[in-house]
């Protein structure tokens, strides 16, 4: 019992995109991807900033809640279909519990 045994920290950390969480971080890539489809300077330049936008309204929703808040609201606001759906949960359309 000598041995210094390590002790991970960081097992269960959200995915990052650099230094942003996923969720943080995919509304700018998905205006990114957006304004250069549409192959404009402008609209190209107008989805980056509605990105960087929308990205820092969810990094200000997220402050003090959960690390997995944005998934739990997905599954309460998205409509469920079997792709979205889980096992193990009850719907998201069945508010009360018994029990």
Known sequence: MLTDTYIPRRL???WKLGFWDIDVAAPVVFAV???YVSSSRWSFALCTVA???VSRWVA???VDKHPAFA???LYWHLPSSPLTAM???PPSHIRR???
Request: glycine letters at 14%.
């Open 97 to 99: 519990m018994v029990g």
């Open 87 to 89: 096992q193990a949960t």
């Open 51 to 53: 990105g960087l936008l």
């Open 12 to 14: 269960d950390d959200t």
């Open 60 to 62: 200000r929703i997220k």
């Open 71 to 73: 998934m739990h609201w």
């Open 33 to 35: 991807f957006v304004g």
